[in-house]
């Protein structure tokens, strides 16, 4: 197997392409040039050539044929690519292809076809993206003696660390995912869910409308309580811990609380913990019993009320 790309400077397409493909094909040989002889001896060829043909595995994205999402991102050749090989490479499971899609790939295709997909805030504090992290393993020009094809390789070898990590995580938030619905299924009251192992779930926790709190194991062996956010984006909670708790030394909290093996309740009240479920379980009953929690939770069901209501009206019409 011989996977051709350009030569010259790369970026974080190429980079990615080729280690998308090394994890498929261990044993090929990569080689970088713009020569048509060299690229017609391929067996796959990226991001050079002008020419996307998945039947003929070319995949170059410089021209008007290589498309563009339905959100409007452009492919470069690393979004090709991960659309004929992206599924063998998560084994199938399409939820966590789409995950590291929209996570990484459709970053690094919108980069390199210079499309933003941000605005600054006042702060004007540039975040360092991927694709600039790559391109620092270019050569240096002032200093130094770099071979681009060297260095290139040495780019390929840290994208391969952080292509196989994102799978590794993106699975296991996938499998979080599922875990935290099977558990929410099984809730006897919609208002909270009790997880028996810690999994993400920030996100999906805020997908559920009329959920308030997480119960969970912390990695130190305590037990967590944790507050549900109004969306996965914000930090603002639904409910907050009793105010009362918030803040409060270890002693005192155990006097409010009547639980003896409190650890603490964040000042801010997003999040608590006790020294064993049981203890944790008694501050969740507590921090339902508050009326804050009898309002949202009055005010949430109107709205599904109202929603399931209106799509009734929809349906109809």
């Not at 659309?83 to 590291?100: A, L, N, P, S, T």
């Not at 990590?165 to 558990?183: N, P, T, V």
């Not at 914000?234 to 811990?241: G, I």
């Not at 005192?252 to 203890?279: S, Y």
């Amino acid at each position: 197997m011989i996977i051709a790309t350009h030569n010259g400077k790369f970026h974080a397409d190429d980079v990615f392409g080729v280690t998308l493909l090394l994890q498929l094909y261990p044993d090929a040989t990569v080689v970088r040039s713009r020569d048509p002889k060299v690229l017609d001896s391929a067996d796959i060829v990226l991001d050079v050539g002008g020419v996307y043909d998945p039947k003929k595995l070319r995949f170059d994205h410089h021209q008007k044929t290589s498309g563009a999402r339905d959100n409007g991102i452009l492919y470069s050749a690393f979004g090709l690519l991960w659309q004929h090989y992206g599924m063998e490479f998560c084994d199938g499971d399409e939820d966590v292809w789409k995950r590291i899609d929209r996570s990484l790939v459709q970053c690094i295709d919108a980069g390199d076809n210079g499309q933003d997909l941000y605005t600054l805030n006042d702060f004007r504090a540039r975040p360092i993206e991927i694709s600039e992290v790559l391109g620092w393993f270019n050569p240096v020009t002032l200093v130094g003696e770099e071979d681009f094809d060297e260095q290139f390789m040495v780019a390929v070898k840290v994208a391969t660390q952080l292509l196989k990590r994102l799978l590794l995580k993106s699975r296991d938030a996938i499998e979080g995912k599922r875990y935290f619905s099977r558990a929410y299924d099984q809730t006897p009251d919609p208002r909270y869910v009790v997880l028996d192992q810690f999994v993400p779930h920030g996100g999906i926790a805020s997908k559920q409308p009329l959920l308030q709190f997480v119960v969970f194991p912390n990695a130190n062996g305590d037990w967590a309580i944790k507050t549900v956010q109004v969306d996965s984006a914000s930090f603002e909670s639904r409910v907050l811990l009793p105010e009362a708790w918030r803040g409060a030394d270890q002693e005192h909290l155990a006097e409010l609380t009547g639980v003896p093996d409190v650890v603490f309740t964040h000042k801010v009240g997003f999040i608590g913990a006790a020294k064993t479920k049981e203890g944790a379980l008694k501050m969740l009953k507590q921090a339902l019993e508050q009326p804050e929690s009898a309002e949202f939770d009055r005010k949430a069901k109107q709205e599904l009320v109202a929603a399931d209501a209106e799509d009734a009206v929809t349906a109809a019409e």
